[in-house]
């Protein structure tokens, strides 16, 4: 009786340590804590379907909309983006986001809309609190250089 004892007392104990480990991974970057690549792949393919239907802000993706090559095209820099601002092994070979959005006529209101649709995206994703917040955190600060006067 006493070696069940142990050998369920222990497996508690391991589990309750291997959980702490597993809770005290915040050190680990963004990229991790978001599940990676696939991760990414499925935030910017919600994100991407829900922008090019929001009238509040599909115009300003017309490019992307315009033909499948064109979409996939804008997904795949969007997910090097987002995984090299995440801290993640990709490297985004694109303009930055003042060149990128220069003379494009972005408001701030369009800007807002597509952090709903982001925000929207992550929720359906179920993407925790923690870590919508530093993504959030992430793109928020890009604003100005997105919306230009």
Known sequence: MKNW????????L??????????????ASLYLRLGGM???????DDLVSRILADERVNKWFAHAASDPANAEAYKRKLADFLCQGAGGPCQYNGP???TAHKGSGVTGEAFDAVVEDLVATLDKLKVPDKEKADLLGILGPMKMGVVQH
Do not use: N, Q, W, Y
């Open 14 to 27: 391991a589990a309750i340590t291997v959980s702490g480990l597993a809770a005290a991974e915040p050190h």
């Open 38 to 44: 696939p991760a990414i792949r499925a935030v910017v």
């Open 5 to 12: 004892k142990t050998t369920i007392m222990t497996a508690v």
């Open 96 to 98: 930055d986001i003042v």
